[in-house]
């Protein structure tokens, strides 16, 4: 199978997609077609543990890799030593037609883990055949969770180096704990002045800078990237979306066959673009609701096919999803395009130099086929935590909570109670001030900080507090670099 570029050329090997992380001329890696699956290969997975399903999904995708190198980096992955739950990616019923993927399970807490454990090990076998001799430099701009999880997945891997931004004022207290505590000879971590658009507009300006590459290859180091513009990011998030329908088969809540939606909480669009995918090659995907929080320009997008960015930018209770520029929507607009690169890269420089695009009438219609869109603010996701608590005891995080909303309001708009799956991103203990003070009041947390919240949640929700959480208490502080948010600081701050 090879790769092209969203704005057109570049045919490439899975192996130098996943190396190089970004295509020449700023476009995003895609599959040159969608591997096809029918319902005997589906009905197949219930019957296997999670690795399995892992290993059949990633192989179709995989072509430069061996079967034993990919059974062989999936197990190291998914080891019961890194995942608290022998599932990986259990699925939880919560009332008739509605069940949760919960995928924050991992070392870090939230569904980051799942493409990050794996993804380096693709990059080091990527190397290797790739004949890449020089340090592979993995640098990360995040809005919370997507460092920490790199940060723990490239942490002492031989030949990599991590290196994260992160906005300084953006992210919850345990994230920011959860980086700047951080062990390991390789990794950096660096706060920047300015919000996650800021840190990912530098990142990509660094990533698409000749003069940088030339000063990172004197010092024998080449770039790359774990953020979500890595094809080897999305290709391990496929893999819960048929795991979550073959679980769904394997219990006799679904035929092999049956439509089911899934409601994801968004952000830069690769968890719902994992889907998306997943649909495409056959899984019988009928609506995939993409859930947004105020910073809701996914949602006016689907509503009328316009992207655009002329708006507030807000700090909500759901950081993760605190984002105006979607990255990976691009790679949804290639399809929408037609596959036309040209067209991608004109909408893509109107986006730079305008701050809008359209897709057109007809464009848009057959997208929203497929997708449906809706967006909770703060105070309806904060009511939506304490509501689900009341009626199923579960407690959901403040990403998790804004899909279910989402969710809610969909079906009541739309009356289509086909069963649904809210995809679960994060633990609540990553976000227990917004989530505790949801079920007790905003008084009564008003004084405790983030490990009495936690301590108070664990009481509420009858679940222990995660070791990793308990653990930051008494971790010390490595690293307290602030940069500027111009490229360039951020360049001189890489390479100090
Ligand atoms: C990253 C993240 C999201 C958004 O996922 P995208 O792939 O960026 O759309 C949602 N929830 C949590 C907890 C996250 O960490």
């Excluded at 992160?166 to 505590?181: A, F």
Aim: glycine fraction near 8%.
């Amino acid at each position: 199978m090879s790769y092209l570029s969203t704005r057109g050329g570049s045919v490439v090997t899975a192996s130098q997609a996943i190396l190089r992380g970004l295509a020449a001329g700023g476009g995003l890696y895609v599959p040159a077609v969608y591997p096809q699956v029918d319902l005997p290969w589906i009905a197949d997975l219930a019957g296997l543990p999670y690795t399995a399903r892992a290993v059949r999904v990633l192989s179709l995708y995989l072509e430069d890799y061996s079967p034993r190198e990919i059974e062989g980096a999936v197990a190291a992955a998914y080891s019961p030593d890194r995942f608290d739950d022998p599932a990986i990616a259990p699925l939880r019923q919560l009332d008739d037609s509605t069940w949760m993927l919960e995928l924050f399970h991992g070392p870090t807490l939230a569904f980051k883990d799942m493409a990050l454990q794996l993804l380096p090990h693709l990059i080091r076998m990527a190397a290797e055949k790739n004949g890449e001799h020089r340090e592979i430099s993995i640098l990360v701009a995040t809005s919370g969770d997507t460092g920490k999880a790199a940060l723990e997945g490239f942490r002492d891997v031989a030949g990599t180096s991590c290196t994260v931004f992160y906005p300084r004022d953006g992210v919850s207290d345990i994230q920011k704990l959860q980086m700047v505590t951080t062990g390991g000879s390789n990794t950096r971590v660096i706060a920047v002045e300015g919000n996650f658009d800021d840190a990912q507009t530098g990142v990509k300006a660094l990533f698409s800078s000749p003069d940088f590459a030339e000063r990172m290859n004197a010092r024998g180091r080449v770039l790359s990237s774990a953020n979500s513009i890595n094809f080897g990011r999305l290709v391990p998030q496929v893999v819960y979306y048929f795991s979550a329908y073959a679980d769904l088969v394997s219990r006799g809540d679904i035929v092999c066959g049956a439509p089911v939606n899934f409601v994801v909480p968004t952000g830069n669009f690769g968890d719902i673009l994992a889907g998306y995918y997943a649909a495409r090659m056959g899984l019988p995907v009928q609506k995939l609701i993409c859930a947004s929080n105020r910073n809701n320009v996914l949602t006016d997008f689907f509503a009328k096919g316009t992207y655009s960015v002329h708006r507030p930018f807000y700090k909500t209770a759901s950081p993760s999803m605190d984002i105006l520029v979607s990255s990976n929507l691009e790679r949804l607009l290639f399809d929408a395009a037609d596959r036309d690169g040209e067209l991608v890269a004109l909408w893509m420089q109107q986006l730079k130099e305008c701050g809008s695009y359209s897709v057109g009438e007809q464009r848009w219609s057959r997208l929203v086929e497929q997708f449906s869109a809706g967006f909770a603010n703060d105070r309806e996701t904060f009511a939506q935590i304490a509501q689900m608590h009341r009626r199923t005891g579960v407690v959901p995080d403040t990403h998790t909570a804004v899909a279910a909303r989402v969710l809610d309001n969909y079906r009541a708009e739309t009356g289509d109670l086909t069963p649904a799956v809210i995809v679960s991103t994060a633990s609540p203990y990553k976000f227990c001030a917004d989530v505790t003070a949801s079920l007790v009041g905003r008084d009564r947390v008003r004084d405790l900080d983030a490990f009495a919240c936690a301590e108070e949640l664990s009481r509420i929700s009858g679940t222990p507090v995660p070791a990793q959480v308990a653990a930051l208490r008494s971790l010390p502080v490595r690293h307290t670099a602030v940069t500027a948010r111009d490229p360039a600081a951020m360049a001189d701050a890489v390479l100090a």
